[in-house]
């Protein structure tokens, strides 16, 4: 912004005058100022007026203030370090936030004249990059339509005359300004292109009335799209279903030009969209309007609108449509942005999560099921390792959070036990002491829980050996149903240097099941614990004598549900019906031992 423009010209409109905006939190301004926290996670975040005398924040998040003088008006430039910055430096929101990293954008009008500009605020110094001010350009040419939508407004009703029509006109602008809140808050919401659809067919019901809306968008080839056919009849939906940017429609014409399309009756349709003269006859619909969805490189589709009368719309209707699409373009290219890192999460989580090895003479499996919510994606694991020829080691563990963070921590930790594993011959107490020495060494600490087992041939039988790290204690059901709680468990991962371990050991009955979980298959916001244990034993008890991945399935049906709170890993291993030595590989240093008498399970600390 120019000296001249934020110095105290009269000649030069007031923005707040012609906005009717002040120094009071004004609820669109406000939402456009959390849009743009959220996304850009900095610690505060404003949309700027600069009037004659003064700059005022009718939008502001993280920030109490809401008025400046016009000495101190905020830029609209990107600066990585504001206490640096000659202008910045001592500005009087800068000190208050001890602000680092700042970056504005102008809020322009119809004419492209300045009327403010939006501003993000970092605490810490900051290297803006090209598609985080992309996304801050695009969020303030969505604030400055309803800006335009506001002036616009406002100048109609001062040129109503009539007593009745201006009230008129102030209805209906207060109708299309809560479409426009509406649309921010249930836009904000969404996450799949499916969720967008929805949400503008329901936000424009009763207000602009349109028997169809329509979301159609360009794909790679620069084919359109329809993604909103379900409420068409289906010849026509499937017709529309894909189809060449070259047509002759609302759709296909907009996304081309980037320039709104307004058919207000059947005359402008057949002279401007012929391709689609067909179908406005075969549904009946007598007028329609389609508009381009902007991206950073184009537009990327268009919204259409049509209805079954002669509809022609006014210029503040038309504003409401602008904004509404760049609304709507933005919760698209969000969309595709959530499914894309779903798409890496799952595939790391895939990665992360090894096949099971051949367990002979024993079952294995296991399930993992991410949280509902986040990013489908976290820090629980399983793992399996074919130790030598009698030795099985069985490991689940969890670690904070359920998001990337948390999947790129247990995929370091569970290498880390891998690679003891394999390389050391050592009691499972000690191996989870090495992994959380290495933790506190290495740095990164986040806590973690971790059960290690080893299952070992024991004379004509099988013996688990446990060490439990702050773990759910694991459960073992023997063929009648009997459900025993292993327990016996130390201070998980993460927290305390050098800290002792212990082993645990018991004879496994013959076709008996281990099963080895993490906290998320029994962990609720609103049941009690020691009920959901309960819970699970009974079931378990119920299930002795499934197939192993039947128990699994079930387990996790009846306690996972389809809205989980946490992640979920399981982990279960059958030992064989009989004893059975012959043909059975065992363990050479076991071999020759007597099995010893079943009993409860014992402990060995490992210091």
Request: net charge negative; hydrophobic share 40%.
């Amino acid at each position: 912004m120019s000296t001249a423009e934020r110095s105290g010209n009269p000649s030069r409109p007031d923005p707040l005058v012609r906005t009717g905006l002040s120094a009071a939190p004004d609820p669109m301004s406000d939402r456009f100022a959390a849009l743009a926290r959220r996304l850009l996670g900095v610690r505060a975040a404003v949309v700027a007026l600069t009037g004659i005398t003064r700059q005022v924040f009718p939008g502001a998040s993280g920030l109490d203030r809401r008025e400046t003088p016009l000495a101190h008006t905020l830029p609209a430039y990107a600066v990585a370090d504001a206490r640096t910055d000659q202008l910045l430096a001592g500005h009087p929101v800068i000190e208050e936030l001890s602000a680092g990293g700042y970056a504005g954008v102008p809020l322009t009008g119809a004419d492209g004249e300045i009327l403010g500009a939006m501003c993000v605020i970092d605490t810490v110094a900051r290297e803006w990059t090209a598609d985080e001010l992309g996304l801050l350009a695009e969020l303030a040419a969505a604030c400055s339509e309803s800006l335009r939508l506001r002036i616009a407004t406002r100048s109609a009703s001062r040129r109503e005359h009539n007593t009745r029509a201006r009230e008129r006109a102030a209805d209906a602008a207060a109708d299309r300004s809560r479409l426009l809140l509406r649309a921010s808050v249930a836009l904000a919401n969404t996450a799949t292109v499916t969720d967008v659809v929805e949400a503008v067919q329901d936000l424009v019901t009763g207000t602009l009335n349109p028997d169809y809306v329509g979301v159609s968008l360009l794909d790679a080839t620069g084919q359109i799209d329809l993604r909103a056919g379900d409420t068409l009849a289906a010849p026509i939906a499937d017709h529309w279903r894909h189809y060449p940017s070259t047509a002759r429609t609302p759709s296909a014409v907009a996304a081309a030009t980037g320039v709104p399309v307004l058919l207000p009756d059947l005359e402008a349709v057949a002279a401007h969209v012929p391709d689609a003269a067909a179908t406005f006859e075969e549904m009946g619909w007598q007028a329609g309007a389609s508009v381009p969805l902007p991206g950073p490189d184009g537009p990327i589709g268009a919204l259409t609108f049509v209805w079954k009368q002669p509809y022609s719309l006014d210029e503040a209707e038309q504003a409401v449509l602008a904004a509404l699409a760049g609304y709507v373009a933005q919760a698209l290219r969000r969309a595709e942005y959530l499914y894309s890192r779903e798409q890496v999460a799952e595939l790391l989580q895939q990665a992360m999560l090894s096949d099971l090895p051949e367990a002979e003479p024993y079952e294995l499996a296991a399930r993992y099921e991410p949280a509902a919510r986040g990013e489908h994606v976290g820090g629980d694991w399983y793992d399996a390792v074919r130790v030598d020829a009698g030795r099985l080691a069985l490991v689940v563990g969890d670690v904070t959070g359920h998001d990337m963070h948390a999947a790129a921590r247990m995929g370091q930790l569970r290498s880390m036990l891998r690679a003891y594993l394999v390389d050391r011959h050592e009691p499972p107490s000690a191996l989870l002491r090495r992994l959380d020495n290495a933790m506190q060494i290495l740095g990164g600490h986040t806590p973690a829980t971790a059960l290690l087992a080893y299952v070992d041939r024991d004379g004509d039988g099988h013996r688990l050996q446990w060490a439990n790290a702050g773990h759910p204690t694991p459960l073992l059901i023997e063929k009648d149903g009997t459900v025993t709680q292993l327990t016996g468990r130390d201070i998980l991962l993460g927290v305390l240097r050098r800290t002792p371990r212990s082993n645990h050991s018991r004879r496994l009955p013959p076709g008996a099941t281990l099963l080895i979980y993490t906290d998320g298959l029994i962990e609720t916001r609103t049941d009690p614990i020691d009920d959901r244990k309960r819970q699970l034993r009974e079931a378990l008890s119920g299930l002795a004598g499934a197939p192993l991945p039947d128990l699994l399935n079930e387990i996790l049906a009846r306690f996972a549900g389809h809205d989980h709170e946490d992640d979920v890993a399981l982990l279960a291993l059958r030992c064989p019906g009989e004893p059975d030595t012959v043909g059975r590989p065992v363990s050479v240093n076991q071999a020759s031992r007597r099995p010893p008498p079943d009993r409860e399970p014992t402990t060995s600390g490992n210091r």
